[in-house]
């Protein structure tokens, strides 16, 4: 079996390990440093937790508004100028974000708002057309020790972005004579990771795949001319599931560094090193993704990841410790590693090559959705019931995503290819 396992991870081949290097570096840049720095940032510039929920719910409306139209994109030109222009757009809105700081108080808010919404529209550009491009260039052998890969390193990257997202304010605040208080401490280094992004538009212009005009021996076809054909059962069943299951991991993206540092009291520094801990256990854990669809399936694998996610938010509800919450925090990232990329297996096997494209487009806008209420509401929740009410809300619609999934496997294929 080891052997079996080593001889599919070398025929991966050119152009998905320049693509597992592009989103290393997405990792790293925003998944990494960005993550841990940006609410801190708004904590320093005196935003509270619900309006941080609010520029996070916006931000994540960006990732959700622009994936189906990605998806059609997608199907019309093929992924690999889609992932050009999402990277562009990346830049642009993280870089742009922070500069927001410099403007009258009355327009700084929505200056952030806005650019940290082109950041997500353009990450949704990107990662609609990633998984379609990774399906293509990988054979049906190798295929789930290619998103295993992928699930290793991105977090290795985010590990290290995390390590560095946590001693940067320190380090720039020392460089700029302030504390690590001060919003200074943390605007450059969140302007440092949104350049970054222009490091992964060689190695995309690099691939092979998609530089002609016709794609795999398809006709280049009009997104819009014969959706009568499109799979749309199964693809809004997908979705829902989706919907549901991006709540519990939208809302400790959107408020685990915040309760630590508003609800904990724990310092910058050693916020980034958890959260590069999780990172770094959950790159460990995706090793096993083969191993998991060999023994589970497809839904057996991501109903048990999902169930273990849920299980580690409760603690995290109940007591209120930096200990407690580390741990659960390693349980919550590393089944969400697991179970978010078999999900994404399941979800472009289950159709034909045409359409995957734009069932990525719309399973990317239900997760933005889904992140973005949760972004939305969760501060809210906080603002009137804490902390834990909202965690306890994203195990609950975590539980009710596996049950909605047993119910939508029963009436739709399982991976065709």
Known sequence: ??????????????????????????????????????????????????YIGQVNAIGRLGFALVGVPAGLLGVRFGPRPLLIAGEWIIVIGLVGAPLGEF?????????????????????????????????????????????????????????????????????????????????????????????????????????????????????????????????????????????????????????????????????????????????LVSAFAAVLMPVVIARFGHVGGFQLGRLVMAAGMIPMALVPSLHVAALAMLLITAASSISQQIFTIYSQSAISTRWRTLMSGVVNTTMGCGWAITAWGGGLIIEHFGYSKVFLTGAATTVISVAVFALVVRRAPGPTR
């Not at 390990?17 to 940032?41: H, P």
């Not at 989706?242 to 519990?248: D, E, H, N, P, T």
């Open 1 to 50: 079996m080891f052997k079996d396992y080593l001889a599919n991870l070398r025929r991966i081949g050119r152009d998905a390990r320049l693509m597992i290097a592009t989103q290393a570096i997405m990792g790293f840049g925003y998944v990494g440093l960005y993550a841990v720095l940006f609410n801190l940032y708004l904590l320093r510039l005196d935003y509270n937790p619900a």
């Open 103 to 279: 403007l009258p108080h009355a327009i700084q808010g929505p200056w952030i708002s806005l650019f940290y919404f082109l950041g997500f529209a353009g990450a949704s550009l990107f990662f609609v057309n990633a998984t379609p491009f990774l399906m293509a260039v990988s054979g049906k052998q190798e295929r789930s020790h290619v998103f295993a890969v992928l699930a290793t390193v991105m977090p290795l990257a985010a590990f290290a972005g995390s390590l560095c997202g946590g001693l940067l304010p320190g380090l720039t605040g020392y460089l700029l004579g302030v504390t690590d208080a001060d919003p200074a401490a943390y605007r450059y280094p969140l302007m440092f990771a949104g350049t970054l992004f222009l490091l992964t538009v060689p190695l995309v212009l690099a691939t092979h795949h998609g530089t002609t005009h016709k794609r795999d021996g398809e006709d280049t076809v009009n997104p819009l001319q014969g959706m009568r054909d499109a799979p749309l059962g199964a693809i809004t069943s997908v979705a829902a599931v989706m919907f549901l299951a991006s709540i519990g991991m939208g809302i400790t993206m959107s408020f685990f560094n915040v309760y630590l540092d508003d609800g904990l009291d724990v310092a910058a520094a050693l916020i980034g090193t958890v959260t590069a801990t999780t990172q």
